[in-house]
């Protein structure tokens, strides 16, 4: 007959080793990526994050890498994991059921050094489809107290404001890595995001920004945005919505 | 043109050229696949005007879809303002270069050049 382990005996389980293989790699003076193992003890609830900052804490300590808030939120951490675009600081060692746990930075940006990469083409396409409520009077006046919104017309857009821009959806879409002026799943996923919100006029401006030769019609549907997203944002299908907009689908 | 109009004719083209084709194959049913190539059906074929209209339409449809897909890889292969004003003028220029050459096939036909 099975037993149920006790809370004190569940968190006495030995803990257990892996092999961390981090890739070091320094654009200045490095021709190509090279890899370092480390041995990394963990529990059921280490993350790769703890465990790279264990390695720079105890063994190399001039391993980059870029991190902030530890909980999903701030976007800092993504980086390659066992070859899938994954925020560290959300992925558990003992997720991957694996012995051997490979780092390295996402792919389509360009790498600062090691797990540390630029977030500039990030930044500038997501600017570009000005992710703000565009509206004529953004200013409050007299009677009016808020922007009210259905609990309808909320449902239209609100997945698409948990991203947090970490990039992972640009470092898993094919047309990113060949097309360096493709505006990329996370600018479009925010294009949809602003125009399906109900308090929004910049509809016009956005679908003109977006409806270029590098623009929204550069993606070919393989949707690999959507499965590494760690928030539920869906850019694949707030792509295919926008696309809605401008072939006269939605209005 | 705005991209949200070639592309629209990019899918406009492939939906047509789904059910012209179609129709394509049926008529090639008519007959055993094999006799189809004969010199005589084919030059039959052609001067059967309202069937030869249709793969002038096929050929048309299918020339702009194949040579802006052509584009869209080209441009999603390489990027730089020059590049991409080639790719886009020798894509237009090869697109009607083709169809003018299968044109040319279906006219001699019906004009007893051949
Ligand atoms: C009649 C059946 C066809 C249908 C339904 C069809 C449909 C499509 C669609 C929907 C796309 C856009 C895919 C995307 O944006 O990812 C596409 C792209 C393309 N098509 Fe077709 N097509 C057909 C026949 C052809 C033929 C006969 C050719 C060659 C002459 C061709 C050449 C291309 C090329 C080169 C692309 C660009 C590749 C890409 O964008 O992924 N297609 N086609
Ligand atoms: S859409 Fe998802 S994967 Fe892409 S940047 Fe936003 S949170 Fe990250
Ligand atoms: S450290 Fe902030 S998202 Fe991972």
């Known amino acids: 007959m099975g037993q149920i382990p006790s809370m004190a005996e569940e968190n006495m389980t030995p803990s257990q080793s892996i092999t961390l293989r981090i890739a070091k790699y320094n654009p200045e003076h490095d021709s190509a990526k090279k890899f370092m193992d480390f041995t990394i003890t963990y529990e059921r609830w280490t993350t790769v994050l703890e465990a790279i900052l264990e390695v720079k804490k105890h063994f190399d300590h001039s391993i980059a890498v870029r991190y902030s808030c530890r909980q999903a939120t701030c976007g800092s951490c993504g980086m390659i994991i066992n070859g899938k675009p994954r925020l560290a600081c959300f992925t558990k060692i003992s997720e991957l059921n694996s012995n051997v746990i490979t780092v390295e930075p996402m792919n389509n940006f360009p790498i600062i050094r090691d797990l540390a990469v630029k977030f500039e083409r990030l930044f500038d396409t997501h600017h570009k489809v000005k992710p703000y409520l565009i509206h004529d009077d953004t200013e409050i006046t007299s009677d009016t107290k808020e922007f009210l919104q259905s609990p309808e ?6 997945q698409f404001s948990n991203c947090i821009k970490c990039g ?3 470092s898993a879409c094919p047309t990113m890595a060949t097309d360096s002026s493709f505006v990329g ?9 602003y125009v399906a919100d109900s308090r929004d006029k910049g509809k016009d401006q956005r679908l003109k920004i977006i409806d270029d030769s590098h623009g929204i019609w550069r993606c070919h549907f393989a949707g690999s945005c959507s499965q590494v997203c760690p928030k539920g944002v869906d850019p694949a299908m707030g792509i295919q919505l926008l696309r809605g907009y401008m072939l006269g689908f939605r209005s | 043109m705005r991209e949200s109009i070639i592309m629209k004719i990019h899918y406009g083209t492939a939906l047509a050229a789904v059910s012209l084709v179609a129709v394509h194959i049926l ?5 055993g696949f ?7 059906s084919v030059i039959a074929n052609y001067k059967f005007l309202p069937y030869a209209g249709m793969l002038e339409i096929i050929l048309i449809l299918l020339s702009i879809h194949g040579f802006n897909g052509l584009r869209v890889i080209l441009l999603e292969l390489k990027q730089g303002k020059t590049y991409e004003k080639t790719v886009s003028y020798c894509c237009i220029a090869a697109m009607i270069a083709l169809i003018a050459y299968g044109s040319r096939t279906i006219i001699m036909v019906n004009t007893g050049m051949i």
């Open chain 1, 153 to 158: 017309e909320l449902e239209q857009y609100i």
């Open chain 1, 168 to 170: 992972l959806c640009n």
């Open chain 1, 185 to 193: 799943p996370q600018a479009l996923a925010q294009a949809y995001r």
């Open chain 2, 27 to 31: 008529m090639r049913l008519t007959q």
């Open chain 2, 34 to 40: 094999s006799e189809s190539l004969q010199y005589g």
